[in-house]
């Protein structure tokens, strides 16, 4: 919901970071950042709740400098959006699979499947609607954005996961109140750009 608005605050607050870093490849700090997250997703499995939020928290902040620094360089590449968006989704896919089988609550397991369910549902609304939009030149390019492609807004976005999935690490005992509540946010998502695609397209 609020990634327009903080996209250019994001790239200013990295840009100190995007200098020292600038000699580095982007999709090598996009793979860095899949570690991360992918240790994340593992700390959850072993209850390790601290070290996953530092390494959920290293995964934002990593993710985060591989555009700036594209953007910084004059490194940007469509493989590299591509890449960066599919590791994201493995990691954000993982880290409730990494709660679900650490927890022996039934609760938490069928709602990590509620949740999963809707994060597919969601991609494909967000990125069929994304190749319509660029078929149609009303993508990125001509909108201005700073990503790949262009990606229509809605209520749970990268912030709002940002800090849904930091709250899993905080809160670990509220697991299905918390995946439940944004398994209903994302579905909203869909929604959201089902009536806006009836309007525009």
């Known amino acids: 919901m609020f990634d327009h608005l903080l996209?250019?605050?994001?790239?200013?607050?990295?840009?100190p970071l995007a200098t020292i870093?600038?000699?580095?490849?982007?999709n090598v700090l996009t793979l860095t950042a899949f570690v991360f997250g992918i240790a994340a997703a593992l700390a959850a499995w072993r209850g390790a709740?601290?070290?996953?939020?530092?390494?959920?928290?290293l995964n934002r902040i990593t993710d985060g400098l591989d555009g700036t620094v594209a953007r910084v360089a004059e490194r940007q590449t469509d493989f590299g959006g591509y890449l960066d968006i599919l590791l994201d989704f493995i990691v954000y896919a993982a880290i409730p699979v990494g709660f679900a089988i650490q927890?022996?609550?039934?609760?938490v397991l069928v709602w990590t499947a509620v949740l999963e369910a809707t994060f597919f549902v969601n991609a494909c609304s967000w990125?069929?609607?994304s190749a319509v939009l660029e078929k149609r030149a009303s993508g990125a390019r001509v909108t201005g954005e700073l990503t790949t492609v262009t990606m229509p807004p809605a209520l749970v976005a990268g912030f709002e996961t940002v800090v849904f999935f930091?709250?899993?690490f905080v809160f670990p005992a509220h697991l299905v109140t918390?995946?439940?509540?944004?398994s209903v946010l994302v579905g909203i998502n869909v929604i959201q750009r089902l009536i806006w695609a009836r309007h525009v397209l």
Do not use: E, T
């Open 7 to 15: 996209r250019g605050v994001k790239d200013r607050l990295l840009a």
């Open 21 to 26: 870093f600038r000699g580095v490849a982007p």
């Open 49 to 57: 709740w601290l070290a996953g939020l530092l390494l959920w928290g």
């Open 103 to 107: 927890s022996a609550d039934r609760g």
């Open 127 to 129: 990125m069929y609607l």
């Open 166 to 168: 930091g709250l899993f």
């Open 178 to 182: 918390l995946f439940g509540a944004m």
